[in-house]
């Protein structure tokens, strides 16, 4: 039965999960703000205690590797790197778009499975990182960072049913106005989200680089990024 230490910091929340063969067996977060230098290794360390206590056998580390905060993802994925060496078992990287968009298929709605799934996440001004799935995960739309306007993802919209999530998507609920756009609220990235998507990753053994791996930001350090069209 496989078992994997899943890590998430790629936001404000720092959360730590440990899942065994499709069932979440251990969770915990923090909810203070950006705490996870703080808080992380104290997290991972009980998940740990937990693992050895019930005698199981660590197959694998998970860590979301972003899009995010520059700093959080950092933090994140290099104690992920650290502890999947000492322990010579793979590191998976996760999507924290892919996380949001797993979390909300999840939520109960009455989905057909045609509707495109488009997480949010924020950045500065009008800007958000975003990609837009289908229920499949395939990419429809980026992803990448955007400045929004009212003709984001007009294209989409204009077609299908999309549904926008995560917390950069009241920025969009601002200016996008049509009646296939729907909202979810309150829909942040969590470790014990990416059960799903890492456990996926053992089997098909996608596993990450421990030595030269590096978060997926999305983004330059620039001040200014074109606008995709879409």
Known sequence: MSTILNIETSGKICSV?????????????????????????PFVERAMEEVKRKEWKLDAVAVSI?????????????????????LGVPLIGVSTLKILAVKAMFRNFNFTG????????DARRMEVFTGAYDFALNAVAGPGPMILDSES?????????????GDGAGKAKDVIDSPNAHWMEDLY???????????KAL???????IAYSVPEYLKEYQTTVARPRI
Request: avoid cysteine; charged fraction near 30%; aromatic fraction near 8%.
């Open 189 to 199: 990235p969590m470790a014990k989200d990416m059960l799903a998507l890492s456990e």
């Open 203 to 209: 089997r098909e053994k996608d596993f990450l680089d």
């Open 114 to 121: 045609e509707e495109i799934l488009v997480p949010m996440i």
């Open 17 to 41: 999960a440990l899942t065994r063969e499709g069932a979440l067996e251990f969770d915990l977060e923090n909810r203070e703000g950006m705490k996870h230098a703080e808080v992380l290794a």
């Open 66 to 86: 972003g899009p995010g905060s520059y700093t959080g993802l950092r933090i994140g994925l290099s104690l992920a790197k650290g502890l999947a060496f000492s």
């Open 153 to 165: 993802y007009s294209g989409l919209l204009a077609e299908k049913e999309v549904w926008f999530m």
